[in-house]
C-alpha cells in the first residue's frame, strides 16, 4: 500500500518557465511534509518542507503548497533552471519514520 | 546547515564476504539514524531505524542477520552487509535526525555496493 504517491514519474519543462511537481498521500495523520532533490549516485538533498498547520510555504525559487483535504502537495519551481534537473521525491512524517515517494525525474531543458 | 557523511562512497567486494558503511553526523548529535536502500528506478526503501544504544527497527522483510546495524553513539551508526551476495548490490543511504527534532531529517551521500 502506497502511502505516498508521486503518479508523474517524469516531467520535462524549459528553462525558465514553471515546473510544478505533484504529490498525493493518503494517511491522514501525516503532519509534516517534506521534498527532497537527487542527483544520480548521490545521497538526497532537502529543499523544503511545509507543516500541516500551513498552506504554502515559499523559499527563493521553490515553493510548496498544501492542500489537506485533498491530500495533495505540490512544489513549484519558478523560473526552472537547467541545474534543476534531477529527481524530486515526496516525503511525509506522522511518527519518526518518513515515507517517500517514488520520485519525479524533472528535466530542464535550455 | 547539518552534514551527514557516510563512508565509503563507493564498495567492490566478493561474494561471501562482509562490508561495512558508516554513517557519521559531522555537526550535529542525532539520536535517531535510519538506513535507506535505494534499487534502480524505485523510491528509497527505509531498511531500518537505529537508535543510539539500543537496538535497530528493522522494516517488515529485511534480514536482521544480514544487514547488521550499530549506533554505538550520538554521532555514528554503521551498516554492515554480512556474507554480501550479488543481490545485496545497490545504493545504500543513511539520515540522521538532529536531537532538536524539526521533522527535517539529513541525508548522506550514499554508498555504491557492488557484489561481484
Known amino acids: 500500500d502506497q502511502q505516498v504517491k508521486q503518479n508523474s514519474p517524469s516531467l520535462s519543462v524549459q528553462e525558465g518557465r514553471i515546473s510544478i511537481l505533484n504529490c498525493d498521500y493518503t494517511?491522514?495523520?501525516?503532519?509534516?511534509f517534506l521534498w527532497y532533490k537527487k542527483y544520480p549516485a548521490e545521497g538526497p538533498t532537502f529543499l523544503i518542507s511545509i507543516s500541516s498547520i500551513k498552506d504554502k510555504n515559499e523559499d527563493g525559487r521553490f515553493t510548496v503548497f498544501l492542500n489537506k483535504s485533498a491530500k495533495h502537495l505540490s512544489l513549484h519551481i519558478v523560473p526552472s533552471q537547467p541545474g534543476d534537473s534531477a529527481v524530486y521525491f515526496c516525503a511525509a512524517s506522522g511518527s519518526e519514520k518518513l515515507v517517500f515517494g517514488k520520485g519525479t525525474k524533472l528535466t530542464v531543458n535550455p | 546547515g547539518a552534514v551527514v557523511s557516510q563512508h565509503p562512497s563507493w564498495v567492490i567486494c566478493k561474494s561471501g564476504t562482509s562490508v561495512k558503511i558508516e554513517c557519521r553526523s559531522l555537526?550535529?548529535?542525532?539520536?535517531?539514524m535510519f538506513w535507506y536502500r535505494q534499487f534502480p528506478k524505485q523510491s528509497l526503501m527505509l531498511m531500518a531505524t537505529s537508535n543510539e544504544g539500543s537496538k535497530a527497527t528493522y522494516e517488515q522483510g529485511v534480514e536482521k542477520d544480514k544487514f547488521l546495524i550499530n549506533h554505538a553513539s550520538l554521532t555514528l551508526s554503521t551498516l554492515t552487509v554480512t556474507s554480501a551476495h550479488p543481490e545485496d548490490s545497490s545504493f545504500y543511504i543513511c539520515?540522521?535526525?538532529?536531537?532538536?527534532?524539526?521533522?527535517?531529517?539529513?541525508f548522506g551521500e550514499g554508498s555504491r555496493l557492488t557484489v561481484l
Open positions: 555537526d550535529f548529535q542525532a539520536t535517531t
Open positions: 539520515s540522521a535526525r538532529p536531537l532538536r527534532n524539526t521533522g527535517e531529517l539529513f
Open positions: 494517511n491522514s495523520m501525516f503532519d509534516y
